[in-house]
C-alpha cells in the first residue's frame, strides 16, 4: 500500500504520484484513499477532471463503488492553475483526457510545492499509451500500476477492451461497452475479430 510522504510546510518541495491502470481496477478509489488521508492530515486539497467525463455528475469524482468527492470540472489543464491557491494537495482524475501540455503544468505544481496525485488510464482500448500518461509515467516520482480481475479467466486484468466495434478513441461508458481483459484473453478477443468477417464471407 502506498505510504504518503510528509508535506514540506515550508511549501519548497512537491511530488507527482500517478494511480493507472485499466477500467474498473480502482484507480479512482486510489485517488480518493489518499486525498481523504491529505484531509485528515488537515492539508488543503483540490481534485480536477475534464469536463469530457460526465459520467456521474459534473462535479463529483465518483468511483466505480460509489464513493464521491467534490471536484472542480476544467476545460483545459491550464486552468487548474487558476485554482490552486494555498491548496498543498491536488487531485486529477482521468488524466488521459488532458492534453500533451499536462506533464508541464503537474512539473509546475510539483516545482512549487505542490503534492500532485493522478489518475488515468494507461491505454487505450486498442492497447496503446493513452494522450499525455506516457510523459505524466516519466516524470512521476511515485508509479502505481492497479489491476482489474479479467472477465474470461479471472486473472488479473490490465487491458480496457471494448465490446462494440466502433472505432472513435473516446466513448464514455461502464460494464456495457468495456470489460477488463488479461493479456492473453485481449489477445484471443482481438484474434477472434479478425476471424468474424471470414465465418461470414
Ligand atoms: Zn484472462
Redesign the pocket.
Known amino acids: 500500500m502506498f505510504l504518503e510522504n510528509n508535506i514540506d510546510k515550508a511549501g519548497r518541495t512537491g511530488w507527482i504520484e500517478v494511480v493507472t491502470g485499466s477500467m474498473f481496477s480502482g484507480k479512482t478509489e486510489e485517488l480518493i484513499r489518499r486525498i481523504r488521508r491529505a484531509e485528515i492530515a488537515q492539508q488543503k486539497i483540490a481534485i480536477f477532471k475534464p469536463k469530457i467525463d460526465k459520467r456521474y455528475s459534473e462535479k463529483d469524482v465518483v468511483s466505480h463503488d460509489s464513493k464521491t468527492i467534490p471536484s472542480i470540472p476544467v476545460t483545459e489543464a491550464k486552468e487548474i492553475l487558476e485554482h490552486i491557491k494555498d491548496i498543498e494537495v491536488i487531485g486529477i482524475d482521468e488524466a488521459q483526457f488532458f492534453e500533451n501540455d499536462l506533464p508541464e503544468i503537474c512539473n509546475y505544481l510539483a516545482n512549487n510545492g505542490k503534492r500532485v496525485i493522478i489518475a488515468a488510464l494507461d491505454m487505450d482500448f486498442t492497447g496503446k499509451p493513452f494522450g499525455p500518461v506516457p510523459q505524466l509515467l516519466a516524470i512521476a516520482e511515485y508509479v502505481t500500476k492497479v489491476h482489474a480481475i479479467?472477465?474470461?479467466?479471472?486473472?488479473l486484468?490490465h487491458y480496457s477492451h471494448r465490446l462494440s466495434d466502433v472505432q472513435k478513441l473516446v466513448i464514455l461508458g461502464e460494464k456495457d461497452i468495456y470489460e477488463p481483459?488479461?493479456?492473453?484473453?485481449?489477445k484471443k478477443s482481438k484474434l477472434d475479430k479478425k476471424k468474424e468477417p471470414e465465418l461470414f464471407s
Open positions: 479479467c472477465m474470461k479467466c479471472g486473472n486484468a481483459l488479461c493479456r492473453e484473453c485481449y
